[in-house]
DNA sequence: AGGGTGACCGTGA
DNA sequence: ATCACGGCCACCC
């Protein structure tokens, strides 16, 4: 995988603002990643440093194995769920 | 070379 | 609202 891009995924990322939530297709086009599953590989082997919980799926909700922790991390934070689904049309984020 | 496997996505039934 | 499908892409047998 090129290691350019990586870094890329994993700076925007970053980038997603405390209290608000990204998707994973989001982050991609952010990053110019050909596709969103590309992000989830990074998340999975080199995301323990970022603020992984904050990408959802674009349903609004979290993948499945993480899905507990993941909440409770948004909650934390603010990012309340109805269910296992967060709003996005209110804490998705947009410049 | 070819098939399986994901922290995925949009569409259509 | 849920489900199946096909499309997607990087990796690893």
Request: charged share 35%; hydrophobic share 35%.
């Amino acid at each position: 995988m090129d290691e350019e891009l990586h870094e890329r995924i994993r700076e925007v990322v970053r980038a997603v603002p405390r209290g608000r939530v990204s998707t994973y297709g989001d982050i991609a086009a952010r990053a110019g990643a050909s596709s969103p599953r590309v992000v989830g590989k990074v998340l999975s082997e080199d995301g323990h440093d970022l603020p992984w919980h904050r990408v959802l799926r674009s349903t609004g909700r979290p993948a499945e194995h993480i899905a507990r922790r993941q909440l409770e991390l948004l909650r934390a934070e603010g990012v309340l769920a109805e269910g296992d689904r967060v709003d996005l049309g209110e804490y998705r984020w947009r410049d």
